[in-house]
């Protein structure tokens, strides 16, 4: 029993190439989502509002927790155990913004960027799986 538990493990942990493209990823995609992203809904709300008339549509509390949810999601995409449920989150949270983009603002062609970062987080979040039962068991110690 003990074998198959470690061979699940092993197995579910990407190559080492894989494991750095993934990483190389996270870390980009962090950074983007804390500096260009969310962080300028938190620092600078009143001129991000001034410069693109589709955040008008949206309740000002909402662009604030919006970016506050950007920047969790951004940092925790570079921590080892927060990346998989990270990933997880900016990727319904990208899908989100699609839908915005493609309903409220009147610019679907604007949604093609959020759905191909929902499908890059997505992938994140199943190659990143061991780390989800790993903070599970955390947990329910």
Request: glycine share 8%; hydrophobic share 55%.
């Amino acid at each position: 029993m003990t074998t198959t538990a470690a061979a699940t493990t092993v197995a579910a942990r990407p190559g080492t190439i894989r494991n750095r493209v993934l990483w190389t990823l996270q870390i980009l995609l962090g950074l983007f989502f804390v500096i260009a992203s969310g962080g300028p809904k938190l620092v600078i709300p009143g001129v991000l509002t001034d410069n693109a008339p589709e955040n008008l549509t949206i309740p000002f509390a909402l662009l604030i927790f919006i970016g506050v949810v950007e920047v969790a999601g951004g940092i925790g995409l570079m921590v080892p155990r927060l990346a998989a449920p990270a990933a997880a989150g900016l990727s319904v949270l990208t899908v989100l913004a699609a839908g915005t983009q493609a309903f409220i603002a009147g610019k679907p062609a604007m949604a093609i960027f959020p759905l191909a970062l929902a499908a890059i987080f997505a992938w994140i979040a199943y190659e990143r799986r061991a780390s989800l039962t790993e903070l599970r068991d955390t947990l329910t110690r």
